[in-house]
Structures are given as C-alpha cells and as structure tokens.
C-alpha cells in the first residue's frame, strides 16, 4: 500500500516515515525543505534498508499538487505533517499560516476525493482546546478560541476534513499531540530546526552544546507549582508508532466513525524547569537559563487524558522524559561533530 507521508522530513514525518517502511508500508515523501533537510533521506535509509520516494513540492501550489497525484495515481493514504508550526511567528505571520496549513490541506483532500475509498490521518495538535478548564484533557474537552493563528489553522483544518469526509470516500483520524521530544535511538534522525529554535528541549540542547549562550525560560509566576508552563512531552518515537497504528485502524476498517479524533500524549505534565533538571540530570550538563518575561499566546499548563488512546486506538506511549532527552542529546553531540 503506497502512503504520501507530506512534510516526510521534517521532526515527526522522518520518525513516522521509519515506523511505516518497517511495517512493510510502501512511503512516498513531499517536501519542500524549508524546516528540514535533503540528508534525512540517507538516516531514514540508514535505519530501514530502504530510501523512500522523494519529491520536492510546495504544497501551496495547486498544480504541482495535482501533478503529483497524476504521477502517483496509487496512492491510497496520506499522512499530512506539512505546516509551519510555531505559536510566535503564526502571531507575527498569520497570512503565512493560513496560506501554509490551509491551502495546502485543501489541495491534498481535493487529490484524494477524487478516489472512491482513501486514508487520511491529520497531525493536529492540543492547541486547539486553548487553555482547557480540566486537567487532564480529554478528547471531549470544548475547542476554546484559538490564542494564536497557529491554533486557529489547526481547527479549521479539523472542520475543513469534518466536512469533506462527509461527502467522499476519506476517512479521516485527528491525532492531537501534545509536545514531541527527543529522537531515533541510533541517532540518524532527530530534530533539527532551521534558526532559532521555536521549542524548549532543542533550545536546551543547542545551549548545552554551545550553540546557544543562555536559555530563556518564559515567565516564571503562571499558576503552577514552580511559576513555569506545565507541558505534555511525548517521545517521537512513540508518536509515530501512533501513526501507524491510526493508519492500520483505517485501512482494516476498525474505526467507528468516519472521522475519529485521539489525543497523543503520556497523561503526566511537566514543568519547564522540570525538564531543565531532567536534562541536566541525564546529560551531566550545566544549563545556563534565565527566566525572562511571558510569550504571547503561550497557555499556562496542557497534559492529555489518553484512555481513549490507549483503549480505542490501542496505542500507548512507552519511553519516557529521560529516555526522550538522552537522545536528543545524543542526536545533538552527534550532528555538532
């Protein structure tokens, strides 16, 4: 069975891509390289045996999309990592955001319904249920107002496949992550973010390494039990197992609805500095971190019910905090030499 696995090299697409060709999945890659790069190939292929189909295609252009599906007629799944993802820049960008994620996730279900049956599995994110009144938060919790265009495109990408799915042959499964961490344990993929880092564990490495002089942990009087945001970190690796197992569920016809939603998460929160101490810890390195004032857009504490994950889907999460920060270290000290 031929997958599209867009967005393919970047952080979850390369590890999802591994967990596919080890299951016998058949991957093709879209990617345009703006936040990854060409060598993610050759770890995949490092890890696999096997080097997937690439194309370089930006997925705002509606006619390379439709080519794409002219050339490759068979494809009977797609799952859709490509967007551009950070909650700062969509706040300072959001025209870009709602090009990038929108259009693009538009053209691609327009490539699909033209098929009678297909598979579509959509990399949503907790951003859209806001600052959730309940800890821990289920799959049930109200969608809040979006704090940034980020969040917003992360919803109306969930109401656009809603829609559709309705009226074609797609079905769909939203899987909500909540703060992937860490890499490949051989270290031939990770994270590798183009400038400055938008998330906190690559942040912490970079400093640790010496890429980066001092750590800005932002704000330090949220409502927790150390002042500093409380956040759901999932290993990679675990996070694209789920995709797998999402894509099996709809290609053995077990889902229940045409469009199913699971959150993605280990159901424990941790606190910024938390995760600093936890690094520290396991790297045997001394973080330089200053607290500095708030982020727009940033909410105070998000961490994932994952009964339905772990009962319906049938997936659960298996390696830790340590596991997934040792490495990402190790991917660090590895790409730095």
Not at 24 to 49: H, K
Not at 124 to 152: D, F, H, L, R
Request: aromatic share 8%; proline share 4%; with cysteine.
């Amino acid at each position: 069975m031929k997958i599209l696995v867009t967005g393919g090299l970047g952080f979850i697409g390369s590890h999802t891509v591994v967990e596919l060709q080890n299951e016998g999945f058949d991957v093709v890659v879209i990617d345009d390289l703006s936040n990854s790069s060409i060598e993610v190939l050759d770890g995949i292929q490092a890890i696999t045996g096997k080097k997937p189909d690439f194309e370089q295609t930006d997925l705002r252009d509606k006619a390379a999309v439709q080519s794409f599906f002219a050339k490759y007629s068979d494809v009977s799944g797609i799952i859709h990592f490509a967007a551009s993802k950070a909650v700062g820049e969509s706040v300072e960008n959001p025209l870009l955001y709602y090009e990038n994620n929108i259009g693009a996730l538009v053209y691609l279900l327009q490539g699909l319904q033209a098929k009678p049956e297909s598979h579509f599995i959509f990399s949503s994110s907790c951003t859209v249920y806001g600052q959730a009144e309940k800890m821990p938060i289920t799959e049930n919790a109200p969608i809040q107002t979006a704090m940034s265009p980020y969040g917003n495109t992360k919803q109306i990408g969930e109401e656009i496949i809603q829609d559709v799915a309705k009226v074609s042959g797609i079905n769909s499964i939203l899987l909500r992550y909540f703060n992937p961490i860490g890499a490949h344990e051989s270290a031939n993929i990770g994270e590798l973010p183009k400038g400055t880092p938008q998330n906190l564990v690559p942040f912490i490495t970079q400093t640790a390494i010496g890429l980066r002089q001092q750590l800005s942990v932002f704000g330090s009087d949220y409502p927790t039990p150390d002042g500093t945001c409380i956040r759901d970190y999932i290993h990679v690796v675990d996070l694209a197992k789920a995709h797998v197992t999402a894509l099996k569920r709809l290609v053995n016809k077990a889902n229940a609805d045409k469009v199913e939603i699971f959150n993605l998460g280990t159901g424990k929160g941790s606190s910024v500095l938390e995760v600093i101490n936890a690094f520290e810890k396991v790297s045997g390195q001394k973080l330089n971190y200053k607290i500095v004032d708030k982020r727009p857009g940033d909410i105070t504490e998000a961490y994932a019910d994952t009964d339905k994950a772990n009962n319906v889907l049938g997936w659960k999460a298996e390696l830790s905090l340590d596991e997934a920060l040792a490495s990402a270290w190790k991917w660090e000290q590895k790409i730095r030499k």
